[in-house]
Every structure is written in C-alpha cells, then in structure tokens.
C-alpha cells in the first residue's frame, strides 16, 4: 500500500538510506519512534494537518535515524576512547559474574520497573476505558495530555538526576548532615516547582492544546479542560 505521494518512485531511494543505517524498512522506522515513544507522524498531522503525507513520514524516517545515530554514537565513542591508553581510572577489563552484587543491582533496580510496568499499565486501562466512554476523541486528548506533560515533567527528572550524583557522594563518603540538608532543599525545590507548574498548566492549557489540536474545537476542548484538570498532579509528582 503506497504510505505517500509518489510512494514508488521515492522508497528505493528511502530504503537504501534506512538499510544503510540498519532500519530494514520504512515500518520499521515507525516502529523504533513508537518504541521509544515519538509518534513523529501525529505531531506533524497534529500541528498542520493539511500537509503532505510524504512530510510526515519524512519526520518518521528522520526521528528513526536520530534514534539510531545517537545509540551508536553513545556507544561507540566511549568504546574508542576505553580501547585506547588513557589516564582515566575506569578500563575495560575481564569481568566475573557476581550473583551477590547482581541481586542487589536487580533489587535497587526494582522500584524503577515497577514504575515503568505500572505506567504502561494504567496507560492501557486509560486508553480501554477511554474509548468505551469517550471515543476516539477520548483517546487522541489523553495521547495530547501525555504528550505535554512531558514538557513539565521534565523539569522534576533533571533535578532528580542532577542531584542523584551528589546525594550517592554523599552517602558513599558517610557525609549524613549533608544528605538531610540536600533533602530538606529538594522538598522546598519540588514544592515550589509543583505549585509553579501547576499554575502554568492550567494557564498555558488552552496555548499547548490548540499546538496539537487546535484544527478540531471538539477535541480541543476536550484536550484544554482534561490538562486543566491533570495538572493537578504537578502538585505532588516532585515529591512522588
């Protein structure tokens, strides 16, 4: 089935760049942006949705190569300079199989998988029930809310992991008074960044949801009030 304009002239071309760079087809390339959670093609249909379909999957192609390249730049990199004679304390060597620290790292591990399986999760049950009381429209605001939240969200996992690194020095060196004091300023960081994103949400609502659905009033409506009411939870999910 042609995916595009001009579908037959152009996929030969389209698939020896995605062969090349290890994506066997253009539906792989969709699959690795639904993988890692990019839907490419319904930012481009949301934003302007009387364009082309042969943009929207060029930002589907592009999305998936990105994807790709920065996995093998992030692994290659490190492994040339490790390979080569450095200074640095940390080299590749000959490692043993340590059930002991291994069970440990699973288990440090585990409240992360947790998170992870519950999310996906509550997202199916949402998306169920969703379109059972809701229908389409139902599901496509929930995808939008999610889509924007990220934009907030990200502000509580960079301070989580830009201060993962001093609160593990601490906790190594034994350095009590300064893990407390570390903790008392994330609690009063987190407040104030709930209350602030908070306020945002519910006063850029109708701003972020008219990006992605602002050609369908129904839907856009829909999308403006659920985020209005989902920001709510930016009050806790510091702390959480």
């Given at each position: 089935m042609a995916l595009f304009e001009s579908y037959e002239r152009r996929i030969n071309n389209i698939n020896?760049?995605?062969?090349?760079?290890?994506?066997?087809?253009?539906?792989?390339?969709?699959?690795?942006c639904d993988e890692k959670g990019v839907d490419a093609y319904g930012i481009v249909k949301g934003i302007q949705p009387i364009c082309f379909e042969?943009?929207?999957?060029?930002?589907?192609?592009?999305?998936?190569?990105?994807?790709g390249i920065s996995q093998f730049v992030g692994g290659l990199i490190p492994l040339i300079y490790f390979l080569r004679e450095n200074n640095s304390e940390l080299k590749l060597v000959t490692s043993k199989l340590n059930f002991r620290v291994l069970g440990k790292t699973c288990f440090n591990g585990s409240s992360e998988l947790m998170t992870?399986?519950?999310?996906s999760l509550v997202n199916m049950l949402y998306n169920l029930q969703l379109m059972e009381y809701a229908g389409e429209n139902?599901?496509?605001?929930?995808?939008?809310?999610?889509?924007i939240n990220f934009i907030f969200v990200a502000v509580f996992i960079g301070y989580s992991i830009g201060s993962a690194p001093i609160i593990g020095y601490n906790y190594g060196a034994g350095n009590g008074v300064e893990m407390k004091n570390v903790f008392k300023k994330s609690i009063k960081f987190n407040v104030f960044a709930g209350v602030l994103m908070c306020v945002s949400a519910i006063m850029l609502s109708g701003?972020?949801?008219?990006?992605?659905?602002?050609?369908?009033a129904e839907l856009f409506e829909m999308t403006k009030k659920g985020f209005a009411i989902y920001s709510i939870s930016f009050l806790v999910m510091g702390l959480n």
């Open positions: 020896a760049v995605l062969n090349a760079n290890g994506i066997a087809s253009i539906e792989e390339a969709k699959a690795i042969n943009a929207a999957w060029a930002y589907v192609v592009g999305a998936a190569l990105a994807t992870n399986l519950s999310l139902g599901v496509a605001a929930y995808g939008v809310i999610m889509y701003v972020l949801a008219g990006i992605f659905v602002g050609y369908d």
